[in-house]
């Protein structure tokens, strides 16, 4: 079966650095992604990943390792706004997305 | 704003009732998902229509129908839900339903957060 595995929920502080782990076992693979969901709000991209390595975009990155199934989204000088879930999607041999449980994150001052 | 709008917002119906939901896209996008969101679960590929026609439909009851009149809408239609289906109702879109990111990103709507007594 396809499976995403992210942690439920982490906290950490203000101004800090935090990384969220995504292992992922998908038949096929074209590519992953990270979204970020407020609460009652739409979810919305963050990144993507098809290819080994680090992407960078501001204070957030995304790791991707193929050969580990494994992704992390990287989020440093942490701002109270990052407080939100992060969902992990992979794109599987359908070009259909297999989705994660989400990581809720709270930010303490 | 993603440029998907859903209507309505928050749906409380009985088990009984027929309801719609309603998802516009803004984008010009080819490809348009219903997801159903419970708490501390994945989200949930429901139905999938590209160039409006359905591609997907992931063993989801008949008591939703999903409508597809053109590539900008989508309909959900309900009928004699029961409680279990209670949940957010996301629709999203996307260029196309292959390829890399920029196919294959998703803009996702606001939601329904449907309530079913």
């Known amino acids: 079966g396809q499976n995403i595995d992210q942690p439920t929920e982490m906290t950490a502080t203000e101004g800090a650095i935090v990384q969220i782990n995504c292992t992922y076992q998908?038949?096929?693979?074209?590519?992953l992604f990270w979204y970020q969901q407020h609460a009652g709000e739409a979810p919305t991209f963050l990144s993507y990943?098809?290819l080994d390595g680090l992407e960078e975009k501001g204070r957030f990155s995304s790791f991707l390792s193929r050969s580990k199934g494994y992704s992390y989204l990287l989020l440093k000088e942490l701002q109270m706004k990052d407080s939100a879930s992060y969902l992990c999607?992979?794109?599987?041999?359908?070009?259909?997305?297999?989705w994660g449980a989400g990581t809720k994150l709270i930010i303490k001052p | 704003e993603t440029g998907v709008t859903q209507t309505p917002r928050h749906l409380v119906m009985g088990m009984t009732n027929k309801k719609s939901l309603k998802c516009e896209q803004h984008?010009?996008?080819?490809?348009m998902y219903w997801y159903k969101q419970s708490a501390k679960k994945p989200l949930e590929l429901m139905f999938v229509?590209?160039?409006?026609?359905?591609?997907e439909n992931n063993s989801v009851p008949s008591r939703f129908s999903p409508e597809c009149p053109n590539s900008s809408h989508l309909f959900l239609h309900l009928h004699t839900l029961q409680p279990e289906d209670s949940a957010l109702y996301l629709c999203?879109?996307?260029?196309?339903?292959?390829?890399?990111?920029?196919?294959?990103?998703?803009?996702f709507g606001p939601g329904t957060r449907l309530t079913v007594l």
């Open positions: 999203a879109s996307s260029l196309g339903t292959s390829g890399d990111s920029s196919y294959n990103e998703q803009f």
């Open positions: 984008l010009g996008h080819n490809a």
């Open positions: 229509y590209n160039f409006k026609e359905q591609t």
């Open positions: 998908t038949s096929g693979f074209n590519g």
């Open positions: 990943n098809v």
């Open positions: 999607a992979v794109s599987d041999s359908n070009y259909q997305l297999i």
